[in-house]
């Protein structure tokens, strides 16, 4: 460790004072940013970002760096949520780049049910300065609303501080000094500290606050045993009937697109899997195997074969490893659209990215 570590300071960062007045600025205590919880967060949603727009060569690496134009912002909403927008597709100035964040931002606020003004976490200003914590809360909540089956990493916190600089101070810049300071007995914690260039401090309010990214989920309890965790998919089918509309529209054109080769495609979901045919032909494909035609009935009529046809698949996906909880054959032939989905998404989940 270098010996002048406790007195590291970051001179650069400043902002102006006069455009900082009435706000209130939160930003992530540097302890924060070496959380492992939240560098697995920002790499999933690194993750998600780049498996979504594959199709259009766009790669990114940084949230920080590479959001702030709306380029990314803009594919993200045009893929997800079929919107397409009449903004430029590269804006190079600062002032393209935030007229088009300000149509972006519109849109997916709509989309979000956050019109009204009322929660949100982020603006133009933030995620065009590059802001994080803005970006962060910002891509979560688009990972909510147009993928809510992604398993993002849970129980994300952060300590922040919170700055709000008074209406009456009037020009100058505000610093930012991150400094660790060690208190006898107690392990040393960086410090973000305001330090001010002509600007009154009495005119300054800081205070430090937890930040919560992702909730806490079922699995972090300890008051709930295994078997009584809900299902992904029972959690999914209590959410807005859009947001469960858009998970089917992405598991049915993933089925599709791996049957495509076969030749059955699927138009209704509630229905096609009922017999088990193009379950066990999906199941083949995905899986790489042959399922001999006089192991099951390719053009059953009867109850009974529709039954042993989704009993074989689901011993065949007990076999490759996938568990489906409380999902009975019967189930599936009935037509039960919950256990048709429980049996699908694992398959969805393990093959989506291939």
């Known amino acids: 460790m270098e010996a002048d570590i406790f007195k590291y300071h970051k001179a650069e960062d400043a902002l102006d004072a006069e455009s900082f007045q009435g706000e209130k600025r939160k930003v992530i205590q ?15 949603l690194v993750d998600w970002i780049n ?7 766009i790669v990114v690496q940084s949230l920080e760096e590479d959001l702030y134009d709306g380029l990314v912002l803009h594919h993200l909403l ?59 809360h910002l891509l979560v909540a688009m990972v909510r609303c147009f993928q809510p089956e992604l398993d993002l990493p849970s129980n994300v916190k952060v300590e922040v501080v919170v700055v709000e600089v008074s209406p009456v101070l009037n ?12 208190s006898a007995g107690v392990a040393a914690r960086l410090w973000l500290t305001p330090i001010f260039s002509q600007v009154s401090k009495s005119g300054i309010k800081s205070d430090v606050q937890i930040e919560v990214l992702t909730e806490e989920s079922e699995a972090d309890s300890d008051s ?81 074969e529709m039954l042993h046809n989704v009993t074989l698949a689901l011993d065949l996906l007990n076999d490759c490893g996938l568990q489906i909880p409380n999902v009975e054959p ?25």
């Not at 088009?100 to 929660?119: A, F, N, P």
Request: glycine share 6%; hydrophobic share 45%; with cysteine.
């Open 30 to 44: 540097p302890a924060s940013l070496k959380d492992p919880r939240l560098e697995k967060l920002k790499e999933a």
């Open 224 to 304: 709930l045993g295994r078997t009584e965790r809900e299902d992904p998919i029972e959690r999914l089918l209590k959410l807005d009937a859009h947001k469960v509309n858009t998970v089917k529209k992405a598991i049915l054109h993933f089925v599709n697109q791996n049957m495509a080769a076969v030749g059955p495609q699927v138009a209704d979901m509630d229905k096609q899997f009922a017999d088990g045919v193009i379950l066990l032909l999906l199941i083949g494909q995905l899986e790489g195997f042959f399922i001999p035609l006089f192991d099951f009935n390719l053009t059953p009529v009867s109850h009974s």
């Open 171 to 182: 020009s100058g810049k505000l610093f930012f000094c991150l400094e660790e300071t060690p």
């Open 330 to 354: 019967e189930d599936i032939v009935s037509q039960d659209i919950t256990a048709t989905m429980k049996v699908l998404y694992p398959l969805f989940k393990k093959h989506k990215a291939k």
């Open 78 to 136: 045009s893929r997800l949520g079929d919107v397409n927008l009449s903004v430029e597709e590269i804006a190079l100035t600062s002032t393209a780049q935030i007229h088009k964040l300000e149509v972006v931002l519109d849109e997916l606020d709509k989309r979000l049910g956050l019109q009204d003004g009322g929660g949100i976490k982020w603006n133009v200003k933030l995620i065009h300065g590059k802001d994080l914590l803005a970006t962060l």
């Open 51 to 57: 498996r979504s727009l594959i199709a259009e060569h």
